[in-house]
C-alpha cells in the first residue's frame, strides 16, 4: 500500500483567541528535596560522539521515569547498576529512594576489546502495570516481572535476559495478548558508524523494534524468546516513536525519512518508490469546484452531476465544516474550513441547473483564507476583478524604473538581526509517519512543515504516548487513535502561547505536561524551572485598565531556582508535583494543593 497524505485536524473549540498573556506569580511552591546516597548513573558523551545526534539521544536523555500506572512514583539508575524508585504519599515526609532491582555483568557474555569503554546509559521503559523493560547500557535488555510495584513487597523478577549487540537506549515498550500468548514490543534506538554515509557525519540512527514472546506454549513456563526483529535506519534521532497496543504498527515523527532495512537479519529489498497517494488531490483533473472571496465572505461554485434536483442536493454547514453532495452518493466537498463561518448569515442557491453556488459568511472578517477546506486541492481558486486590480497596484514597483512607485519604500528595512529566537521556526521540516506491521511500509503520512516538535508525554497508560507541536504560538497536544483509522490522531488539550513562550528559553532542557493538562512545565540545564498554568477563574475582581472591561480569568507563570548547582538530568510531572533530578538530588515540588 503507498503512504497517503493526511492531515491533522485542528479542534477549534480547544484554541483561545482571546488569550492575552501570563501574569508572573509570586506564590510560593513548596519544594523538598532527597539527597542521595549515590550519584545518578549519567554517561558523558565520548569524544567520539561528537555528532548532534549523539547530543540529542544521550546528551539530552531524561533520567527520570514516572510510573503512569501510579501515580506520584518515580524510577532513576544510580552509578552503583541499582534501580531506585522514590513514591511519595506525604510531602513533608519523604523517604530515601528504595532499591527495586540490581543490575549485574552477564556472566555469559565475554566483553569485547575492540569495543573499548563503550557504554550508555541505563535506559528504563515500565511496559504494563506489572512489567518492565531495562537496559544495563551495555547491549543487554532485560524484561522484569514487577508485580504490583505500588506494593513494596513485591520483587522486580527477570524472565528474559539477553545481548542484542551494540549497546542501545530503551524509546517504548507494551505487552499486551496474541492469541492467549503473552508478548511484548520493545524499541530500541542506536547510533551507528555507516560505512556508506561518506559525506556527513558517518553515522546513521537504527531504529529495532523486537518482539519478545511466552514461550508457556511450548511447555517452558516463565520463559520469553525473541519472535521478531525489524531494523529502520534514517539520518536522525526521532522526536518521537512509539508502538501501537497490540503491535499493530508503529509511528515515528522525524525531521528525515526512515526506511526498512532488516527483517529477523535478513536484508529488505528496497522496492520502486510508489507514486504518493494524496486522496485524488494531486492527480490532474478538472476542478471540482470553483471559490473566490472578499475580506466578508466566500463564494462557492460546486459543479453537480446533470438531473439533479433541489429535493437532492445533500448541504450540511456548522460553524467550522461544511458538506456539498448529493444524496446517496459520496460527498462531493465535505471537509473543515479554513476559519469560522456564520452559518445562518450562510445561503446556497441551484446555478443553471449545472452548479451549486454557496455563499459562507466569514465569522472574522478581515483575514483571507489560503484554502477553502483543510487539505482539498480539488478546487480552483478565482480572483476577482477589484482583487486583481489592487494586486497590480501593490505590484507595480516591481516593473517599473521609478522609485517613487515603491509604497513601503520609506519603511526601513527588515533586519533579520532584530528578530528573536520565538519568531522563528526550525529549517528542517519533520514528517509524521504511521509503519504498518504486516506489510512495514508507511501508510499514513504527514508534513509537518512548522509545526515544531515540542515534547512527549504519557497522559493515560491504556494509550499511547501524546506528541505537543507548535501551531502557530500555541502548543497543541496529540493523542494517536490507531483504533481509528479516518481519526488517527486527535487534538485534545492546548497550552495557550506556550509554543512562543518555550523558544524564548534558550536553555531549556527538557518540557513536559501534567496529565491532566492543568499546567505544563519547562525545566533549564540548571537550576531553573517554569510552571505555566491553564487559566483559571479569579476569586477577585480584576479590570483591564486600558480596555475598560473586566477580566473573568487569569493564567499562571511561576518560576522555581532549585538549591544545586548539579546539572538537571531528569523531569517528570504528575498531576499534583513536578520530579526535578540532579546529579545528587531529586527535588519534589508539591505546584498543586
Not at 69 to 80: Q, R, T
Request: glycine letters at 6%; aromatic letters at 8%.
Amino acid at each position: 500500500m503507498a503512504a497517503s497524505n493526511y492531515t491533522l485536524k485542528v479542534n477549534r473549540q480547544l484554541l483561545d483567541p482571546s488569550f492575552e498573556s501570563y501574569r508572573l506569580s509570586l506564590d510560593t511552591i513548596p519544594t523538598y528535596n532527597v539527597e542521595l546516597d549515590a550519584g545518578v548513573g549519567e554517561i558523558k558523551l565520548k569524544d567520539s560522539q561528537y555528532t548532534l545526534e549523539h547530543v540529542r539521544a544521550f546528551g539530552m536523555y531524561n533520567y527520570l521515569h514516572i510510573d503512569p500506572w501510579y501515580e506520584d512514583s518515580v524510577y532513576f539508575v544510580d552509578c552503583k547498576g541499582r534501580l531506585l524508585n522514590l513514591t511519595v504519599t506525604l510531602d513533608t515526609a519523604l523517604g530515601k529512594p528504595r532499591e527495586v532491582f540490581s543490575m549485574t555483568p552477564d556472566p555469559s557474555v565475554t566483553p569485547d576489546p575492540s569495543r573499548g569503554e563503550e557504554r550508555l546509559c541505563a535506559s528504563l521503559s515500565l511496559t504494563s502495570a506489572t512489567w518492565a523493560a531495562l537496559s544495563d547500557g551495555s547491549g543487554r535488555l532485560l524484561l522484569l516481572r514487577t508485580g504490583r510495584r505500588k506494593e513494596a513487597s513485591h520483587t522486580w523478577e527477570p524472565l528474559f535476559s539477553e545481548t542484542l549487540g551494540e549497546p542501545f537506549t530503551i524509546l517504548h515498550s507494551l505487552a499486551h495478548l496474541t492469541s492467549g500468548v503473552h508478548a511484548i514490543e520493545v524499541l530500541l534506538l542506536r547510533i551507528q558508524k555507516d560505512s556508506e554515509e561518506d559525506r556527513g557525519s558517518g553515522f546513521s540512527v537504527s531504529l529495532e523494534w523486537i518482539t519478545v514472546s511466552s514461550t508457556a506454549e511450548q511447555g517452558r513456563k516463565n520463559e520469553y524468546e525473541v519472535r521478531k526483529r525489524r531494523v529502520l535506519r534514517g539520518k536522525c534521532v526521532p522526536h518521537y516513536a512509539a508502538v501501537e497496543p497490540q503491535g499493530t504498527g508503529l509511528m515515528l515523527l522525524a525531521e528525515k525519512p526512515f526506511v526498512v532495512t532488516h527483517v529477523d537479519g535478513q536484508p529488505v529489498e528496497r522496492a520502486a518508490a510508489e507514486p504518493m497517494e494524496t486522496d485524488a488531490s494531486s492527480q490532474t483533473q478538472d476542478p471540482i469546484y470553483f471559490w473566490q472571496q472578499t475580506s466578508e465572505d466566500v463564494t462557492v461554485s460546486v459543479r453537480m452531476p446533470p438531473g439533479f434536483s433541489r429535493d437532492m442536493v445533500d448541504f450540511r454547514l456548522t460553524g467550522d465544516s461544511v458538506r456539498v453532495g448529493v444524496q446517496g452518493h459520496a460527498p462531493l466537498l465535505e471537509g473543515l474550513l479554513q476559519a469560522p463561518v456564520d452559518p445562518e448569515a450562510s445561503a446556497w442557491i441551484i446555478r443553471d441547473n449545472k452548479s451549486l453556488e454557496v455563499t459562507l459568511q466569514k465569522r472574522d472578517q478581515g483575514p483571507m483564507w489560503p484554502e477553502l477546506v483543510v487539505g482539498d486541492r480539488r478546487g480552483e481558486f478565482l480572483i476577482s476583478e477589484e482583487q486583481a486590480a489592487l494586486l497590480n497596484e501593490r505590484l507595480t514597483h516591481l516593473t517599473t524604473e521609478d522609485m517613487n512607485a515603491d509604497p513601503d519604500k520609506d519603511k526601513p528595512p527588515c533586519d533579520s538581526q532584530e528578530l528573536e529566537d520565538c519568531d522563528g521556526f526550525p529549517e528542517d521540516s519533520s514528517s509524521l509517519v504511521r509503519f504498518d506491521r504486516d506489510t512495514l511500509k508507511p501508510t499514513h503520512v504527514v508534513n509537518l512543515g512548522s509545526n515544531q516538535f515540542l515534547f512527549s508525554v504519557a497522559v493515560n497508560p491504556a494509550d499511547m504516548p501524546c506528541f505537543c507541536l507548535r501551531y502557530d504560538v500555541d502548543a497543541l497536544l496529540w493523542q494517536p487513535r490507531p483504533e481509528q483509522p479516518s481519526h488517527l490522531w486527535e487534538h485534545i488539550a492546548t497550552f495557550d502561547a506556550l509554543g512562543y513562550v518555550q523558544a524564548s528559553k534558550r536553555d531549556k532542557k527538557f518540557a513536559t505536561c501534567a496529565p491532566n493538562f492543568s499546567y505544563a512545565a519547562l525545566g533549564e540545564c540548571l537550576r531553573r524551572v517554569f510552571l505555566y498554568w491553564q487559566p483559571a477563574p479569579l476569586q477577585t475582581v480584576l479590570f483591564n485598565r486600558k480596555q475598560g472591561r473586566q477580566v473573568g480569568q487569569v493564567a499562571k507563570q511561576q518560576v522555581v531556582s532549585l538549591e544545586s548547582n548539579d546539572t538537571i538530568l531528569g523531569f517528570q510531572a504528575s498531576n499534583e508535583r513536578l520530579f526535578v533530578l540532579t546529579s545528587n538530588n531529586l527535588f519534589v515540588l508539591k505546584v498543586s494543593n
